[in-house]
């Protein structure tokens, strides 16, 4: 549910800026021309991924990554943050699309699955659980994606001052 909130959120936020497409609907840009579209995906728990999916993420918690699996006929989006020392972590994957990027000069295309995603850190003066935590997100599309994938971390600007 919350991945579907956040997808609405998104489509409504992007429906009001311009998409930098030009007349012919290329994307405009200094190295490359971007068109794609947006993938249906499910934000799942570990325990609701297939064993062997379950199986490596047990084998690799406590490290950071971003993975893709192939199982059951699906594939399996992974982000893990990592060991935290605390609770306040959290990861979500925001958006997963498919792109086509035209190579400058040639009439050559790739196929991409762009992923967008955000962490979310303990603010400075935040009270939290002292424990260790092992923050990830887990998207299960329909089918087998063969395209590489772009792993995009959203980062909000902060305000830099004086004291730190």
Not at 21 to 42: I, P
Not at 79 to 96: H, S
Request: hydrophobic share 35%; charged share 25%; net charge negative.
């Amino acid at each position: 549910m919350r991945g579907v909130i956040l997808m609405i959120l998104t489509c409504s936020l992007l429906a009001g800026c311009g998409s930098g497409a030009a007349e012919d609907g290329k994307m405009t840009g200094e190295n490359s021309n971007k068109k794609g579209a947006e993938l249906s995906f499910e934000t799942v728990t570990a325990d609701e991924a297939p064993d062997l999916v379950q199986q490596w993420i047990r084998e690799h918690k406590s490290e950071s990554a971003q993975k893709v699996f192939h199982a059951e006929g699906k594939t399996y989006v992974i982000i893990m943050l990592g060991q935290k020392p605390t609770g306040g972590y959290d990861v979500a994957i925001e958006q997963v699309k498919s792109v086509s990027m035209a190579k400058p000069g040639t009439e050559a295309e790739t196929g991409q699955v762009a992923v967008r995603y955000h962490v979310t850190e303990p603010g400075k003066d935040s009270f939290s659980t002292q424990a260790l935590t092992y923050p990830m997100a887990i998207a299960e599309l329909d089918g087998k994606r063969d395209e590489t994938f772009q792993f995009i971390n959203e980062v909000e600007p902060e305000e830099l001052t004086a004291d730190g």
